[in-house]
């Protein structure tokens, strides 16, 4: 069983920048792809961003891409998402997740095995 904590998350303006963490324990850190994922209100949960298992491979929502980095640090089991130039549509619950398969590319919610518990980013205008 792995135990995911997400952290970091807050109420900013437009265009600030935020970073998010994601702690991860009770498994091989190094063995998954890492997700993150979001939840606008009232909206189904949707791909950000996820990374391969040795941080050498990246995958981006067009929404985000070029304003978020996602990156790992396998010897501390975290996992961070940057987010830089902020806007109102980014505002959600922000998720990260494990996926025990280690292959490319996949961005369903449905495809990662464990979840954590959310973090929320509010963005004002």
């Known amino acids: 069983q792995v135990q995911l904590v997400e952290s970091g998350g807050g109420l900013v303006q437009a265009g600030d920048s935020l970073r998010l963490s994601c702690a991860a324990s009770g498994g091989t850190f190094s063995s998954y792809v890492m997700g993150w994922f979001r939840q606008p209100p009232g909206k189904e949960r949707e791909f950000v961003a996820a990374?391969?298992?040795?941080?050498?491979?990246?995958n981006y929502a067009d929404s985000v891409k070029g304003r978020f980095t996602i990156s790992r640090d396998n010897a501390k089991n975290t996992v961070y998402l940057q987010m830089s130039s902020l806007k109102p549509e980014d505002t959600a619950v922000y998720y990260c997740?494990?996926?025990?398969?280690?292959?490319?590319?996949?961005?369903?919610?449905?495809?990662?095995?464990?979840w954590g518990q959310g973090t929320q980013v509010t963005v004002s205008s």
């Open positions: 997740a494990v996926r025990r398969l280690p292959y490319y590319g996949g961005r369903s919610p449905g495809e990662y095995d464990y």
């Open positions: 990374i391969m298992r040795g941080g050498d491979r990246t």
